[in-house]
């Protein structure tokens, strides 16, 4: 499983970026894609997470309504649109997959979002 993440940059407060993932790899049932977020001196912390059959979607309290995640046409990519940037969503942003057996077990290589005031 190989997941690869793009789409970061530097956008001003109230701005919008979308990030992609690009999965490569098998799927199974209960599959889970998700978004993680990195601040400096921060712990790793839960943004937002899909399934990948059904496409529930699951987000943090402190991005709903500004962020979405989708897997549009069912290929393997999802995106996290982000709308109303805020400066304290700075961070490394970080695609996530399940395993058969593990949450969380894959990872990407992180894309730096930055957002100034």
């Known amino acids: 499983v190989q997941l690869q993440a793009s789409g970061g940059g530097l956008v001003q407060a109230g701005g919008s970026l979308r990030l992609s993932c690009d999965y490569s790899?098998?799927?199974?049932?209960?599959?889970?894609m998700g978004w993680f977020r990195q601040a400096p001196g921060k712990e790793r912390e839960f943004v937002a997470s899909?399934?990948?059959?059904?496409?529930?979607?699951y987000y943090a309290d402190i991005v709903k309504g500004r962020f979405t995640i989708s897997r549009p046409n069912a290929k393997n990519t999802v995106y996290l649109q982000m709308n109303s940037l805020k400066p304290e969503d700075t961070a490394v942003y970080y695609c996530?997959?399940?395993?058969?057996?593990?949450?969380?077990?894959?990872w990407g290589q992180g894309t730096q979002v930055t957002v100034s005031s």
């Open positions: 996530a997959a399940d395993s058969p057996s593990s949450t969380w077990v894959y």
């Open positions: 899909i399934f990948w059959s059904g496409g529930r979607t």
């Open positions: 790899g098998r799927t199974f049932s209960g599959h889970r």
